[in-house]
């Protein structure tokens, strides 16, 4: 119950396309989603983040959509560039704790 | 402002060797954590620091042991290394709890047990 299963497993995109990355959870207790983008050699830095009081966040060509019922939520590149290219993860935790649940992460590469 | 710096980045061990990874952040925040980073597991939290004075299991604590230093350090201690310890280990930390904002990270330190 306590696990985010992320999907795919790597993506190769067109430059210029759109790229999306699939979540879905379990836990109905988890109140906040993040997205962490992570490049080689790097650690992971948050791209975008959302509570399950709305449906859509967006910030600038990446947006998250939420499915409270459906206990999924996925990210969308729009235009994809090649500076995309890095391994995405999706995340979910419950106010009050400290324990972020990560998903396996998506490699994604973006052709030019 | 260098964030959160990790020590060392790269580190060899043999078996039933011990180490310690070290980590500091500039940037006054209450909460610390370690992770493990492993291919097709996503990042694992081994153990937190909310606030000064206090430490906490995460999810895969076995074989670690940490210590909250002061408001800037929380080091991550292998008392006796083991092959399935070969991971990369990162170290965040976060103003108050995780929910109040980001997790701000550090490079990683990747560590391989022989």
């Known amino acids: 119950q306590q696990q985010v299963k992320q999907s795919p497993q790597s993506l190769i995109v067109q430059k210029g396309g759109i790229s999306i990355i699939n979540c879905a959870y379990e836990?109905?207790?988890?109140?906040?989603f993040p997205w962490y983008q992570q490049f080689p050699g790097k650690g992971p830095a948050l791209l975008i983040a959302?509570?399950?009081?709305?449906s859509e966040k967006k910030e600038g060509r990446f947006t998250i959509s939420f499915n409270k019922s459906a206990k999924q939520f996925s990210l969308h590149i729009m235009d994809s560039q090649p500076g995309d290219s890095a391994t995405y993860f999706c995340?979910?935790?419950?106010?009050?704790?400290?324990?972020?649940?990560f998903g396996t992460g998506t490699r994604l590469k973006v052709l030019a | 402002n260098a964030g959160v710096t990790q020590t060392p980045k790269f580190q060899v061990l043999k078996t039933g060797q011990s180490m310690t990874l070290q980590c500091a952040q500039d940037?006054?925040?209450?909460?610390m954590y370690w992770y493990r980073q492993d291919p097709g597991m996503g990042l694992r939290l081994i153990y937190y620091?909310?606030?000064?004075?206090?430490?906490d299991k995460g999810e895969v604590p076995n074989g670690y042991n940490v210590s909250r230093l002061n408001k800037r350090e929380f080091s991550l201690r292998l008392e006796s290394a083991a092959p399935s310890q070969t991971s990369v280990y990162f170290c965040?930390?976060?103003?108050?709890?995780?929910?109040?904002?980001?997790?701000?990270f550090g490079e990683g330190s990747r560590l391989t047990v022989l």
């Open positions: 965040a930390s976060s103003l108050a709890g995780p929910n109040t904002g980001e997790l701000f």
């Open positions: 836990n109905t207790a988890f109140d906040y």
């Open positions: 940037m006054n925040h209450n909460s």
């Open positions: 995340a979910a935790t419950t106010s009050g704790t400290y324990k972020y649940i």
């Open positions: 620091s909310a606030s000064e004075g206090t430490t």
């Open positions: 959302i509570r399950p009081d709305v």
